[in-house]
């Protein structure tokens, strides 16, 4: 079955970067849309980044467009999401998803099959 391995999350400050990490166990990684959902203390789950399985087509959410940009490695069954100029509302537990093919409609969180278990990113202002 496949799973879901963050890595990268830690505390940083208001306008620096960081770089998360993906590792996807399982068959056919090149076979999958690749996403990144944050959740933030008493908000709801955001989509904010995703990559297709069939090519470089990617989309974000306004919220972090400019700034974060989503890439996958398939050699490496490895996705990222490089996160710059980060500010303090960018504080969430992220989580690395995955659907097989095409998620029906990529903006939704429960349309991604499978979950890793979460990284924390705090950024301090």
């Known amino acids: 079955q496949v799973q879901l391995v963050e890595s990268g999350g830690r505390l940083v400050q208001a306008g620096g970067s960081l770089r998360l990490s993906c590792t996807f166990s399982g068959p056919s990684f090149n076979t999958y849309t690749m996403a990144w959902v944050r959740q933030a203390p008493g908000k709801e789950r955001e989509v904010v980044a995703t990559?297709?399985?069939?090519?470089?087509?990617?989309a974000y959410a306004d919220s972090v467009k400019g700034r974060f940009a989503i890439s996958r490695d398939n050699a490496k069954n490895t996705a990222y999401l490089q996160m710059n100029s980060l500010k303090s509302e960018d504080t969430a537990v992220y989580y690395c998803?995955?659907?097989?093919?095409?998620?029906?409609?990529?903006?939704?969180?429960?349309?991604?099959?499978?979950w890793g278990q979460g990284t924390q990113v705090t950024v301090s202002s």
């Open positions: 998803v995955a659907e097989p093919r095409d998620p029906i409609t990529y903006t939704k969180p429960s349309h991604y099959h499978y």
């Open positions: 990559m297709w399985w069939s090519g470089s087509r990617t």
